[in-house]
């Protein structure tokens, strides 16, 4: 894992700058930093402007790497950032750089070990949550299981054939966590999807396959046919995904291109 606090020399003399520019705090230095800087800086030219602006950038992402680490109960204390750069540029600097890199791992360490346990303890919530949704859904009407654990509802039933995993389908989908969130929909895009029903997370290419055009199914997905426990940016780990599916097309794939021979690399 990259450290989160390392910045840079650039940075660290900017904040430096912009830091021993301020007096004792002010009313105006509680405004907005675009406004502070109509107000409180004088710029004599355009290279003024460019050091006060990689001076706000730095100030700001430094800022946001600070109050992060907070969400998982490790406090940083601002000042004591600040006064490690301000001893550093007076060449005083309280550590060594062997101590430096040393103190920095060991926070590196301390983040991914309580990140690990804060995200095992939410896979656990999300394992037990899904569980328990699918215990009340299989008590619905017409609910069927699969040997896979997979859950399905016809809500209206198609005619034709199923499509085969090797097939392309066009398809409308809605799709929940169990506590309702929509992580996802192509009604909400305005445009139906198309894709090789076999790309996809298995819970998709079984279910998909029970259906006929025209159908739609509500699939009630496990972990272990879905993401398990990996999380993604709108998925928790472990999470059970409940969808609303359309199937509006089957294409089958291309026999003569399958069977036209392939060029020799």
């Known amino acids: 894992m990259k450290s989160l606090f390392k910045v840079s020399l650039l940075a660290a003399t900017v904040m430096l700058a912009v830091g021993c520019q301020k007096d004792e705090p002010t009313k105006a230095d509680t405004k907005p930093a675009t406004e502070q800087s109509q107000s409180a800086v004088n710029f004599k030219s355009d290279d003024d402007k460019a050091a006060y602006a990689i001076g706000v950038s730095f100030a700001n992402y430094l800022s946001t ?11 940083l204390n601002k000042d004591i950032v600040l006064q490690g750069i301000e001893d550093a540029f007076a060449g005083k600097a309280g550590m060594k750089d062997e101590e430096t890199r040393e103190v920095l ?6 983040v991914a070990e309580k990140m690990k346990a804060q995200q095992e ?22 609910v069927k299981t699969t ?6 509802q016809v809500e209206k039933a198609g005619s034709g054939e199923s499509p085969k995993a090797t097939d392309t389908v066009e398809v409308h989908y809605k799709g929940t966590l169990v506590d309702g969130t929509t992580f996802d929909s192509s009604y909400d895009r305005g445009e139906p999807v198309t894709f090789p029903l076999n790309k996809v997370i298995p819970g998709w290419t079984e279910g998909v396959q029970l259906m006929k055009v025209g159908a739609k199914y509500k699939f009630v997905i496990p972990p272990q046919l879905a993401y398990g426990a990996q999380a993604t940016p709108t998925i928790p780990g472990n999470s059970t995904l409940v969808f609303e599916v359309e199937l509006l097309k089957i294409e089958k794939p291309d026999a003569k291109a399958a069977n036209k021979p392939q060029a020799k690399k």
């Open 65 to 75: 790497s600070l109050e992060k680490p907070k969400e998982i109960g490790i406090e």
């Open 105 to 110: 791992q060991g926070l590196d360490k301390r």
């Open 121 to 142: 303890e939410k896979a656990a919530a999300n394992e037990k949550a899904g569980a328990d949704f699918r215990a009340k859904f299989a008590k619905e009407k017409g």
């Open 147 to 152: 040997k896979s654990g997979l859950m399905y």
